[in-house]
Nanobody, 128 residues
Framework: QVQLVESGGALVQPGGSLRLSCAAS????????IGWFRQAPGKEREGVTC????????YYADSVKGRFTISRDNPKKMVYHEMNSLQPEDTAVYYC?????????????????????WGQGTQVTVSS
């Protein structure tokens, strides 16, 4: 089990920006794929963005392409989630998750079953 701690959630106005952080208590971050998932009230948890720490390969949900950016700092064992042009529909609890891929695929895998470790979540609310 990988320990993950998210931070940075806040109340922001539509069009605003926010950066979430995920601290991973792992020996070497590059062994892992880190994902950001979100769950709005009454909705299923969905993948937002993922990054394979070894090579930086990323995935973005269509709804956030061009607005959100995931990045990582392997020595610091940190993953960041830059969110721009936030919209009310982005309101959700955002979770950081970790997976240790056994095989490197062409496209980073960013689906819930792939991830075995989850953080506690951080609330992002977009409202005027």
């Amino acid at each position: 089990q990988v320990q993950l701690v998210e931070s940075g959630g806040a109340l922001v106005q539509p069009g605003g920006s926010l950066r979430l952080s995920c601290a991973a208590s792992v020996f070497t971050l590059e062994y892992y794929t880190i994902g950001w998932f979100r769950q709005a009230p009454g909705k299923e948890r969905e993948g937002v963005t993922c990054i394979r720490s070894s090579d930086g390969n990323t995935y973005y949900a269509d709804s956030v392409k061009g607005r959100f950016t995931i990045s990582r700092d392997n020595p610091k064992k940190m993953v960041y989630h830059e969110m721009n042009s936030l919209q009310p529909e982005d309101t959700a609890v955002y979770y950081c998750a970790a997976a240790r891929p056994g095989v490197i695929t062409v496209q980073v895998i960013c689906v819930i079953p792939h991830f075995g470790s989850w953080g506690q979540g951080t609330q992002v609310t977009v409202s005027s």
